[in-house]
Protein backbone atom coordinates (compact mmCIF):
# COMPACT_ATOMS: atom_id res chain seq x y z
CA UNK A 1 0.00 0.00 0.00
CA UNK A 2 1.45 3.61 -0.88
CA UNK A 3 2.92 5.66 1.63
CA UNK A 4 1.28 8.91 2.86
CA UNK A 5 2.43 11.81 4.57
CA UNK A 6 -0.09 14.27 6.42
CA UNK A 7 0.40 17.96 8.79
CA UNK A 8 1.27 16.55 12.47
CA UNK A 9 -1.58 19.02 13.23
CA UNK A 10 -3.35 21.75 12.64
CA UNK A 11 -5.77 24.07 14.40
CA UNK A 12 -9.64 25.97 13.17
CA UNK A 13 -12.19 27.59 14.69
CA UNK A 14 -15.45 26.38 15.59
CA UNK A 15 -17.89 26.45 12.38
CA UNK A 16 -15.67 27.04 9.97
CA UNK A 17 -14.54 24.23 7.33
CA UNK A 18 -11.60 22.29 8.74
CA UNK A 19 -9.47 21.37 5.17
CA UNK A 20 -6.92 18.18 6.05
CA UNK A 21 -4.36 17.65 3.29
CA UNK A 22 -2.56 14.14 2.54
CA UNK A 23 0.09 13.22 0.11
CA UNK A 24 -0.22 10.35 -1.64
CA UNK A 25 2.60 10.76 -4.26
CA UNK A 26 3.11 7.18 -5.28
CA UNK A 27 -0.49 6.25 -4.93
CA UNK A 28 -1.57 3.85 -8.13
CA UNK A 29 -5.01 3.10 -10.34
CA UNK A 30 -5.75 0.46 -8.06
CA UNK A 31 -5.42 2.17 -4.76
CA UNK A 32 -8.73 3.73 -2.62
CA UNK A 33 -8.32 6.52 -0.36
CA UNK A 34 -9.66 5.94 3.24
CA UNK A 35 -10.19 8.72 5.76
CA UNK A 36 -10.65 7.54 9.58
CA UNK A 37 -10.42 9.43 12.35
CA UNK A 38 -9.50 8.97 16.52
CA UNK A 39 -11.66 10.80 18.77
CA UNK A 40 -9.37 10.75 22.51
CA UNK A 41 -9.23 7.06 23.86
CA UNK A 42 -12.43 5.91 21.46
CA UNK A 43 -11.99 3.60 18.60
CA UNK A 44 -11.34 4.76 15.03
CA UNK A 45 -13.93 5.76 13.24
CA UNK A 46 -14.64 5.37 9.53
CA UNK A 47 -15.30 8.99 7.88
CA UNK A 48 -15.44 8.67 3.80
CA UNK A 49 -13.39 7.00 1.14
CA UNK A 50 -12.88 7.74 -2.70
CA UNK A 51 -10.98 6.48 -5.57
CA UNK A 52 -10.50 8.95 -8.10
CA UNK A 53 -13.83 10.90 -8.06
CA UNK A 54 -15.08 13.86 -4.96
CA UNK A 55 -17.22 12.07 -2.79
CA UNK A 56 -19.43 13.43 -0.23
CA UNK A 57 -21.26 11.63 2.93
CA UNK A 58 -22.84 13.62 6.22
CA UNK A 59 -19.86 13.93 7.64
CA UNK A 60 -17.40 14.98 5.14
CA UNK A 61 -16.18 16.10 1.65
CA UNK A 62 -13.35 14.28 0.18
CA UNK A 63 -11.44 15.81 -2.80
CA UNK A 64 -8.98 14.16 -5.14
CA UNK A 65 -6.92 15.63 -7.31
CA UNK A 66 -6.82 14.89 -10.68
CA UNK A 67 -3.78 12.98 -10.65
CA UNK A 68 -4.52 11.12 -7.58
CA UNK A 69 -1.21 12.56 -5.56
CA UNK A 70 -3.22 14.35 -2.92
CA UNK A 71 -6.54 14.46 -1.07
CA UNK A 72 -7.76 17.09 0.78
CA UNK A 73 -10.95 15.93 3.48
CA UNK A 74 -13.18 18.72 4.52
CA UNK A 75 -15.46 18.86 7.32
CA UNK A 76 -17.58 21.96 6.45
CA UNK A 77 -18.62 22.97 9.76
CA UNK A 78 -15.88 22.20 12.02
CA UNK A 79 -17.37 21.62 15.79
CA UNK A 80 -16.04 20.96 19.00
CA UNK A 81 -16.42 17.35 18.92
CA UNK A 82 -14.54 16.57 15.71
CA UNK A 83 -11.34 17.88 17.61
CA UNK A 84 -9.68 14.20 16.77
CA UNK A 85 -6.36 12.48 15.06
CA UNK A 86 -6.96 12.55 11.19
CA UNK A 87 -5.65 9.36 9.65
CA UNK A 88 -5.63 9.28 5.41
CA UNK A 89 -4.94 5.61 4.21
CA UNK A 90 -4.11 4.02 0.88
CA UNK A 91 -5.33 0.93 0.17
CA UNK A 92 -5.41 -1.62 -2.29
CA UNK A 93 -8.64 -2.51 -3.60
CA UNK A 94 -7.98 -6.29 -3.81
CA UNK A 95 -5.48 -6.30 -0.46
CA UNK A 96 -6.53 -8.47 2.61
CA UNK A 97 -5.74 -7.74 5.93
CA UNK A 98 -4.88 -4.71 7.84
CA UNK A 99 -5.15 -0.82 7.37
CA UNK A 100 -1.76 0.96 7.92
CA UNK A 101 -2.44 3.49 10.41
CA UNK A 102 0.29 6.29 10.22
CA UNK A 103 0.58 9.72 12.79
CA UNK A 104 -2.06 11.42 11.57
CA UNK A 105 -2.93 14.82 12.04
CA UNK A 106 -3.94 16.05 15.04
CA UNK A 107 -6.55 18.55 14.36
CA UNK A 108 -7.75 20.90 17.01
CA UNK A 109 -11.21 22.66 16.70
CA UNK A 110 -10.77 25.70 18.93
CA UNK A 111 -13.93 28.14 20.19
CA UNK B 1 -27.55 -2.27 16.87
CA UNK B 2 -24.07 -2.69 19.31
CA UNK B 3 -21.75 -2.35 15.95
CA UNK B 4 -18.50 -4.22 17.64
CA UNK B 5 -18.50 -4.50 21.54
CA UNK B 6 -14.80 -5.54 23.38
CA UNK B 7 -14.45 -7.14 26.75
CA UNK B 8 -13.11 -6.10 29.58
CA UNK B 9 -12.85 -2.80 29.35
CA UNK B 10 -9.86 -2.77 31.58
CA UNK B 11 -7.31 -4.94 32.63
CA UNK B 12 -4.23 -4.94 34.74
CA UNK B 13 -2.30 -8.38 34.59
CA UNK B 14 1.27 -9.63 36.11
CA UNK B 15 3.90 -10.86 34.09
CA UNK B 16 3.28 -14.35 32.87
CA UNK B 17 -0.49 -14.10 33.68
CA UNK B 18 -2.80 -14.90 31.31
CA UNK B 19 -6.28 -14.04 29.87
CA UNK B 20 -8.46 -13.85 26.97
CA UNK B 21 -10.02 -10.59 25.27
CA UNK B 22 -13.53 -11.11 23.60
CA UNK B 23 -14.95 -9.44 21.01
CA UNK B 24 -18.38 -9.57 19.34
CA UNK B 25 -20.01 -7.89 16.27
CA UNK B 26 -23.70 -7.58 15.39
CA UNK B 27 -23.49 -6.39 11.71
CA UNK B 28 -23.15 -10.19 10.00
CA UNK B 29 -19.48 -9.21 9.05
CA UNK B 30 -17.48 -12.00 7.41
CA UNK B 31 -14.00 -10.22 8.39
CA UNK B 32 -12.71 -9.64 11.89
CA UNK B 33 -9.63 -7.95 13.27
CA UNK B 34 -7.50 -7.11 16.10
CA UNK B 35 -5.26 -3.92 16.48
CA UNK B 36 -2.88 -2.78 19.27
CA UNK B 37 -2.24 1.03 20.04
CA UNK B 38 0.87 1.86 22.21
CA UNK B 39 1.20 5.60 23.06
CA UNK B 40 1.80 8.52 20.56
CA UNK B 41 1.45 5.29 17.64
CA UNK B 42 -0.59 4.19 15.21
CA UNK B 43 -2.77 1.17 14.98
CA UNK B 44 -0.39 -2.24 14.55
CA UNK B 45 -2.55 -5.62 13.34
CA UNK B 46 -2.16 -8.57 15.25
CA UNK B 47 -4.12 -10.78 13.22
CA UNK B 48 -7.41 -11.12 11.37
CA UNK B 49 -9.77 -13.38 9.86
CA UNK B 50 -11.04 -12.82 6.81
CA UNK B 51 -13.76 -15.25 7.07
CA UNK B 52 -15.53 -17.90 9.27
CA UNK B 53 -12.72 -20.68 9.91
CA UNK B 54 -9.61 -18.87 8.95
CA UNK B 55 -7.29 -17.04 10.50
CA UNK B 56 -4.20 -15.20 9.66
CA UNK B 57 -0.99 -13.77 11.25
CA UNK B 58 -0.55 -9.34 11.18
CA UNK B 59 2.51 -7.29 11.32
CA UNK B 60 2.34 -8.40 15.43
CA UNK B 61 1.48 -11.67 15.70
CA UNK B 62 4.37 -12.80 18.35
CA UNK B 63 2.68 -13.82 21.96
CA UNK B 64 -1.08 -13.86 20.76
CA UNK B 65 -3.02 -16.29 19.82
CA UNK B 66 -6.77 -15.88 18.24
CA UNK B 67 -10.03 -17.70 17.89
CA UNK B 68 -12.62 -17.34 15.55
CA UNK B 69 -15.30 -18.93 17.36
CA UNK B 70 -18.43 -18.23 14.96
CA UNK B 71 -18.62 -15.82 12.47
CA UNK B 72 -19.78 -13.18 15.32
CA UNK B 73 -17.10 -13.12 17.94
CA UNK B 74 -13.26 -13.52 17.36
CA UNK B 75 -11.21 -13.54 20.47
CA UNK B 76 -7.32 -12.58 21.27
CA UNK B 77 -5.28 -14.35 24.19
CA UNK B 78 -2.12 -13.54 25.50
CA UNK B 79 -0.68 -17.15 26.76
CA UNK B 80 2.07 -15.40 28.98
CA UNK B 81 1.49 -11.60 29.38
CA UNK B 82 4.66 -9.39 29.21
CA UNK B 83 5.02 -5.66 29.99
CA UNK B 84 5.91 -5.07 26.36
CA UNK B 85 2.10 -6.23 25.62
CA UNK B 86 1.04 -3.23 27.64
CA UNK B 87 -1.28 -1.31 25.50
CA UNK B 88 -5.12 -0.78 23.80
CA UNK B 89 -6.31 -3.72 22.17
CA UNK B 90 -8.97 -2.69 19.07
CA UNK B 91 -11.32 -5.25 17.83
CA UNK B 92 -12.55 -4.40 14.21
CA UNK B 93 -15.10 -6.24 11.45
CA UNK B 94 -15.59 -5.57 8.65
CA UNK B 95 -17.94 -6.94 5.48
CA UNK B 96 -15.26 -8.60 3.40
CA UNK B 97 -11.61 -8.72 3.69
CA UNK B 98 -10.90 -6.87 0.25
CA UNK B 99 -9.70 -2.98 0.20
CA UNK B 100 -12.99 -1.43 -0.58
CA UNK B 101 -14.55 -2.43 2.73
CA UNK B 102 -14.63 0.18 5.56
CA UNK B 103 -14.10 -1.41 8.90
CA UNK B 104 -15.99 -0.92 12.16
CA UNK B 105 -13.93 -0.55 15.46
CA UNK B 106 -15.05 -1.74 19.29
CA UNK B 107 -14.38 0.96 22.20
CA UNK B 108 -10.93 -0.65 23.05
CA UNK B 109 -9.75 -2.89 26.14
CA UNK B 110 -6.76 -1.02 27.86
CA UNK B 111 -4.64 -3.77 29.36
CA UNK B 112 -1.71 -2.88 31.72
CA UNK B 113 0.97 -5.61 32.21
CA UNK B 114 3.30 -4.95 35.69
Known amino acids: DAKTTQPPSMDCAEGRAANLPCNHSTISGNEYVYWYRQIHSQGPQYIIHGLKNNETNEMASLIITEDRKSSTLILPHATLRDTAVYYCIVRVVGSQGNLIFGKGTKLSVKP | NAGVTQTPKFQVLKTGQSMTLQCAQDMNHNSMYWYRQDPGMGLRLIYY???????DKGEVPNGYNVSRLNKREFSLRLESAAPSQTSVYFC?????????????FGPGTRLTVT
Open chain 2, 92 to 104: ASSEGAGGIYEQY
Open chain 2, 49 to 55: SASEGTT
